[in-house]
């Protein structure tokens, strides 16, 4: 499946202590229809990408855990929709303004946006991730704490931003500002071996994609589906935390959230998943 093999034996005498599997399943076929609406989840890749299909992580999943994502009302990602909208609309701050008080139905205003983020904001000379211009709105906008990285009600409001474009097609637009170069160093954090496993993001989800490790099956690592409910820890689990959490697996020391380095992995990241559906919430092991 992958254009460019970066070379399976450097990691292969590591292999062992992390108990990749030399197992390899192909991804499920099936069809994601969510309250009616066809998800596009497997796609043909652009010339210029590592891979010849785009293959969203939900067919690298059990049965059981692709049916609950594909029913809204079992899925458990969708309270996290629910809080996020009672949230959009409670008023906070010392302007004395919700979400709402600008925005006003998100289903309408919201519908889409989710689906192009990161952006390259101007004023800050680089580029925003959705929980970064919450933030903006909150300390700008409504005279109020900016949330801290995780707080449970900006998974919810960014669960629920990223919901109004279920079904929509990630997007980004590299064209703006500098756009182009945090690509670029997205894409050298991307292929860098870090840790004592000395492991890139590559090695798991280009090389080893399909494969097993822990008797998880290796997708290609979209995003589409952030913030995820994940059935492990029984919670959403936010982008950069997942990105954390990866890193951490290599035995390497990890970034922090919304760093520089991580919101280049974020565009970078991004943009090989550009043309799946927004899956939010998605739902994952
Ligand atoms: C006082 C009005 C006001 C309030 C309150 C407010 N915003 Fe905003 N928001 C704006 C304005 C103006 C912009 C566009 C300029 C900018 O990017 O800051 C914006 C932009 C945004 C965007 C980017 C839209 C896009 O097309 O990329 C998002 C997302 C957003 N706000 C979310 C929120 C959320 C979530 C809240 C509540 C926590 C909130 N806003 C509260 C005024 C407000
Ligand atoms: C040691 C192997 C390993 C490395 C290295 C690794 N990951 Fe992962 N990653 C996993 C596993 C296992 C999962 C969960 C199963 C899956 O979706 O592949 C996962 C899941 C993900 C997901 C969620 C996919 C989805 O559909 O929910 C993203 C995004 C991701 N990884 C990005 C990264 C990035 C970016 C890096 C480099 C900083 C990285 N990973 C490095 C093992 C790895």
Same mark, same amino acid.
């Given at each position: 499946?992958?254009? *460019? ?10 292999? #062992? ?18 309250? +009616? ?7 043909? #890749? ?10 969203? @992580? ?38 004395? =303004? ?5 925005? /006003? ?6 519908? +889409?946006? @989710? ?5 390259? *904001? ?18 700008? /906008? ?5 949330? =801290?990285?995780?707080?449970?009600? /900006? ?11 279920? +079904? ?12 182009? =170069? ?6 050298? &954090? ?5 840790? /004592? ?23 290609? +690592? ?19 935390? &997942? ?20 919101? #280049? ?7 090989? @998943? ?12």
């Amino acid at each position: 499946m992958g254009k *460019n093999k970066l070379g399976l034996a450097a990691a292969a005498g590591l292999t #062992a202590s992390l108990a990749l599997g030399s197992a390899y399943s192909e991804p499920v076929e099936d069809k994601l229809v969510i309250d +009616g609406r066809e998800m596009t989840t497997w796609t043909e #890749a652009p010339a210029d990408h590592p891979f010849d299909e785009l293959i969203s @992580g939900w067919h690298y999943r059990t049965d059981e855990t692709r049916a609950l994502e594909a029913d809204s009302f079992e899925n458990p990602g969708m309270l996290y929709v629910e809080r996020g909208e009672e949230i959009w609309n409670a008023v906070d701050g010392a302007a004395g =303004k919700s979400c709402a008080s600008c925005h /006003q139905d998100a289903s309408e205003t919201m519908a +889409g946006v @989710g689906a192009s983020y990161p952006k390259w *904001n101007e004023a800050a000379g680089k580029p925003y991730n959705l929980e970064l211009q919450i933030n903006e709105c909150r300390v700008e /906008q409504m005279q109020a704490e900016p949330y =801290k990285f995780d707080a449970p009600e /900006q998974v919810a409001l960014a669960t629920f931003i990223k919901h109004q474009s279920l +079904g929509e097609p990630v997007e980004i637009d590299l064209a703006e500002g500098d756009m182009q =170069k945090w690509w670029e160093r997205g894409k050298d &954090r991307y292929y860098l071996r870090t840790g /004592q496993l000395n492991m890139a993001c590559a090695t798991c989800h280009e090389d080893y994609n399909g494969r097993y490790i822990r008797a998880d099956h290796l997708s290609q +690592g979209n995003v589409n589906g952030f913030p995820t409910y994940r059935l492990n820890t029984g919670g959403m689990v936010s982008l950069h935390n &997942r990105f954390r959490g990866c890193i951490r697996d290599t035995r390497a020391e990890f970034p922090a959230a919304f760093s520089d380095d991580l919101m #280049a992995l974020e565009v970078y990241v991004t943009w090989r @998943g550009q043309g799946l559906s927004v899956e939010t919430p998605a739902v994952r092991q």
